[in-house]
């Protein structure tokens, strides 16, 4: 059965470009930390990577930190950033209360482990942080605020945030900013030098690129303690050999991805467009989560009403439509999101959301065959309810 | 027929061996993984089976190996309430709840049928070892691990969307299949104990949720023998753990012949006063090849999980039912349930209230 890919934040199909990269170097030997002609060759081939992505996002080269993926980069970000400011004397961590797990996580770890006071900021029923949330809870005691995280785009709902005035507040009173922009890279135009922030996230496998490798964009002069000691081959800052083929792989999704990231964004909107009218006209009481206008182009994220979410992935899936109820998972039970719950949802249409994203594969096909089986699918999953 | 099959894989191997025969008779099938408990632990403790992290992995490789999609339902709350709640509460009332019964009358059959006919399904398949065969239910050829007695009240309609894909098989037979299969839970240990008391100790967890309750120990006459911490641990038929000081005057050993949750009052006995001839059931489910006897019918009966079958005569009064045993059995707590056989096949079942 042919089917029809409707999961891209989870993950994109690589790039031919960045397949092509990563197999050129797959097969060639070299440590990049080697002294001999073969490191010699591996490193030549990561600085470029660097170079070519420091380029894509505006930033320099020594800014661009490797990783193994988003979820290193974040954990670096914000347990890094609080070390290194708590030695300062600041224990306090501004997030906003839409943040990945990643983010999350390591700051509720830190509240829980390491005397850090965690502050969620609040959002509005669109999910955006306001800046007077933000400007309001630095000015409380700005002295002991050891980093902010605000992610540039929601992974679930798809809302962009005000990254640039919100960094800048930040600035004002010398905190650390840190950016999870693992879905805004290639689907809105990111310049790290001009949004003001003062750490990255990156995703290799977000962008057409390879699973397993991401970077954190650092600007000078900020220096998280490592998560990850020993050989200090990045910065000083994380540990570990180099993926070069990953590396290679990821740039060259980077590159294009960047590139051809306006483009994609009016692509991309006009599908994801097409698909919410028709979804209306399918199921009438769908509610459309996130912000109607500052959003991924390629994000539609719905609650249907009296269903619930994990059966309408079921019977999409026996349709051939792939998506996602976008929300986590422990020992695969789902639970209510907690980017909906921030929004103001209640329990019952949080459970009964799904996530479609769109991406570079994407085409008219895609929202015909999902557009044809909604109403069908809806109709027989509120049959079965919310048991 | 191919059938729309959702088949609950627990990640043990009945299960996995069930929905890849499922898969292989051409039906069209679907593995769940359900999810009992809100807060699972991440690895099976000694011989447990089920309702750990480990598990849903294991559920969910084997319907990799099989080729089939795979969910995990969250039925944790009315797991909570129509199995642990219950099981309280029985015990509680002085009676002695089977949970696994309670578990496919409720959950397997009740909350999971209703849910996946609604999606569009036509049955649901478990690993049990019971025969069913146009709707009609016996045991299994493997005497040991045979299942029908906890499957023995289900309906007719519930029996109606069930498939038991093992019916004919021997344990052996599906742990030698699943290694063929390339399933991993093929040398899985089995379950065994009720699988939300991880510890396995009962009377523990039934004191954490229904406190001491300190009461008296008396023999058939009323005299005192001993004390209690909660009338709720014990069972009838026991005789462990009653921690009686003094011996019987005539040095036998003591068994628990009643629990009476008002006085809180156990009595103890001798065996042969555990002796019963007739048993006082109630909720009568009638779900075999002939119909429900407003006359005596003489067939068998089982009382007890794994325990032994007794030539009755069994008759039904309204939602009562009169079982008049042909010799005399032991052990008949309350809340267990009767199944009734003609031969291996199951004719109907009820929960037993009285026994003298």
Known sequence: MESAYLDHAATTPMLPEAVEAMTAQLGRVGNASSLHTAGRRTRQVVEEARESIA?????????????????????????????????????RILISAVEHHATLDPAHWLGDHQGAVVEPLEVDEYGRVHPQTLRAAIERDPGSVALVSVMWANNEVGTVQPVRVLAAIARDHGIPFHTDAVQAVGQLPVVFADAGVDALTLSGH????????????LARGIDPVPVLHGGGQERDVRSGTLDAPSVAGMAAAVRIAVARQAETAVRLTALRDDLVTRIRQAVPDVILNGDPVNRLPGNAHFSFPGCEGDALLMLLDAKGVECSTGSACSAGVAQPSHV????????????????????????????DRVTGVIAGVVERARRAGLT | MRLRVLAAMSGGVDSAVAAARAAEAGHDVTGVHLALSANPQSHRTGARGCCTIEDSRDA???????????????????????VVEDFVSEYAAGRTPNPCLRCNE????????????????????????????????????????????????????????AMFPLGDSTKAQVRQEAARRGLMVADKPD???????????????????????????????????????????????????????????????????????????????????????????????WNGPVAAPYEPLACMVQLRAHGEVYGCRVQVSGEQVHVALDSPATGVAAGQAAVFYLEDTVIGSATIARAA
């Open chain 1, 55 to 91: 380029e894509a996002l505006g930033a320099r080269p020594s800014e661009v930190v490797f990783t193994s993926g988003g979820t290193e980069a974040d954990n670096l970000a914000v347990k890094g950033l609080y070390w290194s400011r708590r030695a300062k004397g600041a224990n």
């Open chain 1, 206 to 217: 977000k962008v057409g690129g390879p699973m397993g490798t991401g970077a954190l964009l």
């Open chain 1, 340 to 367: 909906l719950l921030a929004m103001g949802a209640d329990a019952v249409r949080a459970r009964g959301s799904l996530r479609f994203t769109l991406g570079h594969t994407s085409t008219p096909s895609d929202v």
């Open chain 2, 60 to 82: 969910r490789r084997a319907a990799d190996v099989i080729g089939i999609p795979f969910y995990i339902w969250d039925m944790a709350e009315r797991f909570q309430r129509d």
């Open chain 2, 106 to 161: 409720k959950i397997k059959f009740e909350a999971v049928l209703d849910r996946a006919l609604a999606l569009g399904f036509d049955a649901v398949a478990t690993g049990h070892h019971a025969r069913l065969v146009d709707g009609v239910l016996s045991r299994s050829p493997d005497e040991g691990k045979d299942q029908s007695y906890v499957l023995g009240v289900l309906t007719r309609e519930q029996l109606g969307h």
């Open chain 2, 191 to 285: 379950s065994h104990d009720i699988c939300f008391i991880a510890d396995g100790d009962t009377r523990g967890f039934l004191e954490r949720r229904l406190g001491t309750a300190p009461g008296p120990i008396v023999d058939a006459s009323g005299e005192v023998v001993g004390s209690h911490e909660g009338a709720y641990g014990f069972t009838v038929g026991q005789r462990k753990g009653l921690h009686i000081d003094r011996p019987a005057p005539d040095g036998r050993p003591r068994y628990v012949l009643s629990i009476e949750p008002v006085s809180n009052t156990v009595t103890v006995g001798p065996r042969s006063a555990l002796e019963v001839t007739t048993v006082e059931a109630v909720r009568p489910v």
